[in-house]
Each structure stands twice: as structure tokens, then as C-alpha cells.
């Protein structure tokens, strides 16, 4: 039995569709939003909600001293937050996409084991790649491993018969290979330079400047447009790389062209605030839940909920136990592990089915 459906019927439900997903896309903004406003007014002190709020919008409304926690702490702790949440997330849809795996992320893959270990050799050796930085040695180093590791994959995507499985696999042998050299530099280490080490792979908010933030917004509003007007051939290459070959798609070299944007992002991130872990998974993860492949909404999407989980641990970190502000990485590893075990679940169960 047939099912007739009109053409008007199709642009009807189409546009139902979409006016859906975007209806989602301002939830998640919402959300983001209110989010944000309670992070920025949570913290040791525990002043009223408007009392900081008057504060955001007149600094010197209640005094300096009120304006250096709001301004000078609180505000670019938030904003870090929201935006290295969202260059992580995007990294992790835009990795997964061109790897066509839903495990795939700057995380599992072993970038932030590089820069971890970028970290370390500065930490312990006082090794700088770029000379002269000064007091952003551990800062530099961390971003220019992490790029060299994104480097390292992008090389590998060059190679004849390497496809998305055997590049997850170099992202492990990339992990493993890193978190081993790691290991090495803490068996160096001195206690001061271990706990320093530790601090830094635990990932935390609290070396947030407005200096990294101009230089992380800048690069997001570069990327997410980048990725918009790349949407159709992403979205071709999640039917499969032979689909999208054959209509038309240039495979390899949107590879390259998303590899070199994802290492910017991935690299930017990491050097911020350290090993933060599974954001990229989850973000992308339940975007797609949301709205699906649809890379015009799943971009967005990915980035809007990558932001809104890392600035809720944050939120997070500091409500646990009053006075104290537990490392972002723990929490966002714990959120993040029951996802990858659900995802890996969903992935058997589509193979038995």
C-alpha cells in the first residue's frame, strides 16, 4: 500500500522540521545562558544574585573590591568556560564526522596527552619549543604538542590506504605513546614539579585571562563559519566517504582543510585550561540526539551544549564544598565515561541489529 504525499505536505513537514531545530537551539541557549549568569554569581563570598548582577552591568556599583571579584575573577572564569567548552565540542563533532566515529574526540585521540606532556617537559626541564615566551613556557608548549600531534594525524590522513579506522587507531598508539613520556617526566620530577604536573592534567579554570579569551573567541568565530560553509560536504560524508566521493566531493582535502582547523581549536583549548576530557564527546553527542546530521544545526549545536556542560562544571566544581573548587577535568571525566560506555553500547547493538 502506497502512501501519497504532496509536494506542499513535504515543504510543510520540512519546515516543521527545522523550525524544531532551531527551536532547540534557542533552549540550549537558554540554558546556556542562565548557566552562565549562576556561575558568575557563585563563588566564596556568597553575595546576592543582584548585587552581582548590578555589578556586571555598573563595575563600580558596589566598590573596587566587589568589581576585582566580579570582573577581575568570577567573569573570565565563566567566559573561559563557555568558550573552551565550545572550541572542545566543535573539535570533537568536526573529528567525528570527518573520522565518521562517534568515539572520536581531541581527548581520545591523544592530543591532550600530548599537551600534557608539552606541560611536563616545561615544568620539569624548563624545554620551551618557542623561545622567549617568558611565563607562558607551559602555556606555549602544551598548544605547539597538541598542534604537533594534530599535524602528526593530518600526515597520516596522506598516506595510501589509511582510512578513519586506522587514523583512530594512530590517535591510541599517539595516546598511549604520550601518557607513557608523561609518566617519565613525573618519575623525574621533584614533589613541587609533580604537583604541578597533576594540577595541570586535572584541567582547571583558574589561569583564565581576557587575553586567552580575545584570542579563543577570535579563533571560534572564525571556526564555526569555516564549518557552516562546509556544511553539505559534511554532511555528504557521513553517508559514507563512497556516497560522498560520488557526488562530488573532494574526501582527502576537506579531510586536510578540517584536520588544520581542528588541531586550532583542540591545541587553543588544551593550552587554556589543561586536560579536560570528554567534552568533545559528549557536546557533539547529544547534538545529534537533538537534531541530527545535519551539519547547518549539529555545528551550532555541538558547540551551544559543549559550553553548557563545562560552564555546569564549573558551577559544579564550586558547589560541592563551600570555600573549595575541585579541578573541572574530575567532574567532566565522570560525566563523561557513562556516555562513552552508552555510545559504544548504541554502536554494538546498530552491528547486532
Not at 581520545?108 to 624545554?127: E, N, P, Q, R
Not at 599517539?174 to 617519565?184: C, G, K, M, N, P
Not at 553517508?239 to 582547523?261: N, W
Not at 573549595?324 to 552508552?342: A, D, E, K, M, R
Request: proline share 4%.
Amino acid at each position: 500500500m502506497s502512501i501519497n504525499v504532496s509536494p506542499a505536505e513535504m515543504r510543510q513537514a520540512y519546515a516543521s522540521q527545522v523550525m524544531r531545530r532551531y527551536v532547540m537551539i534557542a533552549c540550549v541557549a537558554g540554558l546556556l545562558l542562565l548557566s552562565f549568569v549562576l556561575d558568575v554569581a557563585t563563588g566564596p563570598g556568597h553575595y546576592p544574585l543582584s548585587t552581582v548582577l548590578e555589578v556586571f552591568a555598573d563595575p563600580m556599583s558596589h566598590g573596587v573590591r566587589l568589581k576585582v571579584i566580579v570582573w577581575d575573577y568570577r567573569l573570565p572564569v565563566a567566559v573561559t568556560a563557555v568558550l573552551v567548552g565550545a572550541l572542545l565540542a566543535v573539535a570533537g563533532a568536526q573529528m567525528q564526522t570527518i573520522l565518521n566515529n562517534p568515539l572520536a574526540e581531541p581527548f581520545t585521540l591523544g592530543v591532550s596527552a600530548a599537551a600534557s606532556f608539552g606541560a611536563s617537559l616545561a615544568i620539569v626541564l624548563g624545554f620551551s619549543i618557542v623561545p622567549a615566551v617568558g611565563g607562558l613556557l607551559v602555556t606555549t608548549n602544551a598548544f605547539f604538542f597538541a598542534l604537533l600531534t594534530c599535524g602528526f594525524i593530518l600526515f597520516a590522513t596522506r598516506l595510501k590506504g589509511v582510512g578513519s579506522e586506522t587514523m583512530i587507531l594512530f590517535g591510541i598508539a599517539i595516546f598511549f605513546t604520550f601518557s607513557a613520556l608523561l609518566a617519565l617526566m613525573q618519575y623525574m620530577a621533584s614533589e613541587d614539579q609533580i604537583a604541578r604536573i597533576v594540577f595541570w592534567m586535572m584541567g582547571s579554570l583558574s589561569r583564565a585571562s581576557w587575553e586567552k579569551i580575545s584570542l579563543g573567541t577570535l579563533l571560534l568565530g572564525v571556526a564555526i563559519p569555516f564549518s557552516l560553509l562546509r556544511t553539505w560536504p559534511m554532511t555528504a560524508l557521513r553517508m559514507g566517504e563512497a556516497t560522498a566521493e560520488s557526488l562530488g566531493v573532494d574526501v582527502a582535502r576537506l579531510r586536510v582543510e578540517m584536520l588544520i582547523c581542528i588541531s586550532l581549536l583542540a591545541a587553543t583549548a588544551v593550552s587554556f585550561v589543561g586536560t579536560v576530557g570528554f567534552i568533545g564527546l559528549v557536546g557533539p553527542h547529544i547534538a545529534r540526539l537533538l537534531v541530527g546530521e545535519d551539519q547547518r544545526f549539529f555545528v551550532p549545536l555541538s558547540a551551544l551544549v559543549g559550553a553548557l556542560v563545562l560552564s555546569l562544571t564549573s558551577l559544579i566544581s564550586k558547589s560541592i564544598t563551600p570555600g573549595i573548587i575541585y579541578p573541572i577535568g574530575i567532574i567532566t571525566s565522570l560525566i563523561g565515561v557513562p556516555v562513552f560506555i552508552s555510545i559504544i553500547l548504541s554502536s554494538r547493538r546498530e552491528k547486532l541489529s
